[in-house]
């Protein structure tokens, strides 16, 4: 299978921890995505990449999510001390960098803060 | 700031085609409308996208009017697999997002 991959599928954790999560792409794409789904919402953009560079990111939560993409394929979202509001989904997409391609996404992280 | 406007939820007989409506009336000339799907407890599947032709392929075709307002994702013959949340987008114009809404719920019935 050579769709979005991310890693893990589900984490539980205290409040007040760090947490990371991986996204591997599909291979080809240039750009990729984070997104956060909360019950019963759409999918909410969080921020993107092309390639290692971060060209939008004043959608992210708060200054304890920051992202990155050191070498332009895997991504990381890192949130810092964990607060109870931060139980969501947490969705990566690919995409080629012409503007009309499609997303194509992965099937996401389900954060849960104790 | 919604793009699109959406029914919260319909029903379809399986084996019927499902017809699900989009309004998009803030459209602009060069922004692409967008179907995905998405399934419990999975990622958003992408169907489908087009700027003003209608356009079909193997999950679906896609209706858009021609003042480009409005525009119906049609699912030819509805199976119970198809049950899931549709949205409709369209591509913000500045930045690269999606803005999904909360989409239709789609409930195919026996």
């Known amino acids: 299978d050579t769709g979005v991959s991310q890693d893990p599928r589900h984490k539980i954790t205290k409040r007040g921890q760090n947490v990371t999560f991986r996204c591997d792409p599909i291979?080809?794409?240039?750009?990729l995505y984070w997104y956060r789904q909360t019950l019963g919402q759409g999918p909410e953009f969080l921020t993107y990449?092309?390639?290692?560079?971060?060209?939008?990111k004043s959608r992210l939560l708060s200054d304890r999510f920051s992202a990155e993409r050191p070498k332009g394929s895997f991504s990381t979202l890192e949130i810092q001390r964990t607060e109870q509001g931060d139980s969501a989904m947490y969705l990566c997409?690919?995409?080629?960098?012409?503007?009309?391609?499609?997303?194509?996404f992965g099937d996401g992280t389900r954060l849960s803060i104790l | 700031d919604a793009k699109t406007t959406q029914p919260t939820s319909m029903d379809c007989a399986e084996g019927r085609a499902a017809n699900l409506p989009c309004n998009h009336s803030t459209i602009s000339g060069n922004e692409y409308v967008y179907w995905y799907r998405q399934i419990h407890s999975q990622g958003p599947q992408y169907i489908i996208h087009?700027?003003?032709n209608n356009e079909t392929n193997e999950m679906a075709s896609l209706i858009i009017t021609e003042d480009r307002k409005s525009s119906t994702l049609i699912l030819p013959h509805a199976t119970l697999r198809d049950t899931a949340v549709y949205y409709c987008?369209?591509?913000?114009?500045?930045?690269?997002?999606?803005?999904f809404g909360t989409g239709t719920s789609l409930t195919v019935i026996p």
């Open positions: 087009g700027l003003k």
């Open positions: 997409a690919s995409s080629f960098t012409e503007s009309n391609q499609p997303q194509h």
């Open positions: 987008i369209v591509r913000v114009n500045t930045g690269n997002q999606f803005y």
């Open positions: 291979s080809e794409h240039n750009r």
């Open positions: 990449f092309q390639n290692e560079a971060q060209l939008e």
